[in-house]
């Protein structure tokens, strides 16, 4: 009897250590890269456009926060930082005295992260950035100690995603690098999102 690779006209298939992925980003980033084909070439197609990009991450961080303070469910954590409570809930929401300096310092995090995001390569620890992220994110460092929700961070990653495709097509790029561009981006944020939901046990 022949083999399900030889019948479907194949090599054998690749062992994969599934523990393994539940427990080593790096060895997570290795497969799931491998698996949606980002290649070196997709990885250069993201970094290319840094000094397009850059300077339009202000206005994108920007952009995210308004998004973050139009929904109470996402507008909770980030002011969670500015209260000495263990939690802001409901009406105190709108109560919270919000600290400029925190409100800056978080905006020039979530920058600062973006353009690392853009223009780090494999060889970089890439991996181990967006690992470090999404550990950041689960347990987040703030007075009130919370956690933000996968819900929320899925959510922001899309939005995240959608911009960035954005700011490509407002670029006006050849049609080929456009294409490149758009592709290769997609691919990297369902990789950052799969990283980052290995911290939610998923």
Same mark, same amino acid.
Request: hydrophobic content about 40%.
């Given at each position: 009897?022949?083999?399900?690779?030889?019948?479907?006209?194949?090599?054998?298939?690749?062992?994969?250590?599934?523990?393994?992925?539940?427990?080593?980003?790096?060895?997570?980033? *290795?497969? =799931?890269? $491998?698996?949606?084909?980002?290649?070196? %070439?997709? /990885?250069?197609? @993201?970094? #290319?456009?840094? &000094?397009?990009?850059?300077?339009?991450?202000?206005?994108?961080? *920007?952009? =995210?926060? $308004?998004?973050?303070?139009?929904?109470? %469910?996402? /507008?909770?954590? @980030?002011? #969670?930082?500015? &209260?000495?409570?263990?939690?802001?809930?409901?009406?105190?929401?709108?109560?919270?005295?919000?600290?400029?300096?925190?409100?800056?310092?978080?905006?020039?995090?979530?920058?600062?992260?973006?353009?690392?995001?853009?223009?780090?390569?494999?060889?970089?620890?890439?991996?181990?950035?967006?690992?470090?992220?999404?550990?950041?994110?689960?347990?987040?460092?703030?007075?009130?100690?919370?956690?933000?929700?996968?819900?929320?961070?899925?959510?922001?990653?899309?939005?995240?995603?959608?911009?960035?495709?954005?700011?490509?097509?407002?670029?006006?790029?050849?049609?080929?690098?456009?294409?490149?561009?758009?592709?290769?981006?997609?691919?990297?944020?369902?990789?950052?999102?799969?990283?980052?939901?290995?911290?939610?046990?998923?």
């Amino acid at each position: 009897m022949e083999s399900v690779a030889a019948n479907l006209g194949g090599e054998d298939p690749r062992l994969i250590d599934e523990d393994r992925l539940e427990s080593d980003s790096g060895y997570r980033y *290795d497969y =799931v890269t $491998d698996f949606m084909d980002f290649s070196e %070439a997709d /990885m250069v197609a @993201v970094s #290319s456009l840094k &000094s397009a990009l850059a300077p339009q991450i202000p206005d994108i961080v *920007d952009r =995210v926060f $308004d998004k973050l303070f139009s929904y109470d %469910a996402t /507008m909770r954590h @980030v002011l #969670s930082a500015h &209260s000495p409570q263990s939690s802001v809930e409901g009406d105190s929401l709108m109560d919270l005295e919000v600290d400029p300096d925190v409100l800056d310092y978080q905006k020039s995090e979530l920058g600062k992260s973006l353009r690392t995001l853009i223009t780090s390569s494999r060889e970089e620890g890439l991996a181990t950035f967006i690992d470090k992220v999404g550990n950041y994110c689960t347990q987040l460092v703030s007075k009130s100690g919370s956690t933000v929700p996968h819900v929320q961070m899925d959510a922001l990653l899309g939005l995240l995603a959608d911009v960035f495709k954005s700011a490509i097509f407002e670029l006006k790029l050849d049609r080929e690098r456009e294409i490149n561009s758009v592709r290769a981006l997609g691919k990297f944020f369902w990789i950052q999102n799969n990283l980052l939901s290995r911290h939610y046990g998923y």
